[in-house]
């Protein structure tokens, strides 16, 4: 518990001076009202070896005034000599309701299913704040903080429901209007048990091949430092997922 209590202070302490921190060169050219981005990536090989993987993903944002609204979706999905080796699926809405130019709140459900991470379905509904620490033309720094409620059943038909804190940062870097660098880092220590603590990363770089169109490469960690049970429940998962994939990407 003592741990968790200075997780939970952390994050306060890291939300709170985000707010109070000056705003670096603010950005006058407002976000468009719609913003669409679709990704697809396939890979199909034959002969000595015979992979095929699959990865595709989309979101769409709508703004309203101070509203944001986010709904992105995404599946990963591979096999190897005929035999599934991924199966990755994740959804998600989110709400921001923007109250000053720095700080927003936000609410968020999500769902995934990881396969050979043991997860046969997981459900998360979030609430907390953003801190807009930088929003230039290049640049753009946000810190988050929240508290989530979770619900998780596992292939080896165990089920269980706890409450996590929720700390996060994204950085993102423009090296023009469409080619940029997105890091995004989000910790979720169990409130329950001390030592379910996971770590998620994406690390994606978009380079543009036209107006709407570009290549994409993206790498993603999953870390669970206690993993679920594989499916026959004798043995623990590996603690950590990395998929690194590559595609096109359309934006609008």
Do not use: C
């Amino acid at each position: 518990m003592k741990s968790n209590f200075l997780v939970y202070a952390s994050a306060l302490l890291l939300a709170a001076s985000a707010a109070s921190a000056p705003l670096h060169a603010q950005s006058d050219e407002p976000p468009p009202p719609w913003e669409f981005t679709s990704d697809l990536g396939f890979v199909n090989a034959s002969g000595n070896t015979s992979i095929t993987t699959l990865n595709v993903g989309e979101r769409l944002i709508r703004r309203i005034e101070r509203w944001e609204f986010t709904q992105d979706f995404g599946v990963v999905y591979g096999e190897t000599d005929g035999v599934e080796s991924s199966n990755f699926w994740r959804a998600g809405l989110r709400s921001d309701f923007l109250l000053t130019p720095r700080f927003a709140l936000y609410g968020r459900v999500g769902f995934d299913r990881n396969k050979f991470a043991g997860i046969n379905r997981r459900f998360n509904e979030g609430v907390g704040g953003v801190a807009k620490l930088v929003n230039t033309a290049k640049n753009e720094w946000n810190a988050e903080a929240g508290i989530e409620a979770t619900q998780q059943r596992d292939l080896a038909r165990t089920s269980d429901s706890f409450t996590s804190l929720r700390a996060a940062t994204s950085w993102k870097h423009k090296f023009s209007d469409a080619a940029h660098f997105l890091q995004i880092v989000e910790v979720l220590p169990n409130l329950d048990v001390s030592d379910d603590l996971r770590v998620n990363t994406e690390s994606t770089l978009v380079a543009p091949l036209s107006t709407h169109v570009g290549i994409t490469v993206s790498y993603l960690i999953r870390y669970d430092n206690l993993p679920a049970f594989n499916a026959a429940g004798t043995a623990r998962l590996k603690k950590s997922d990395r998929m690194l994939s590559t595609g096109l990407r359309i934006a609008y």
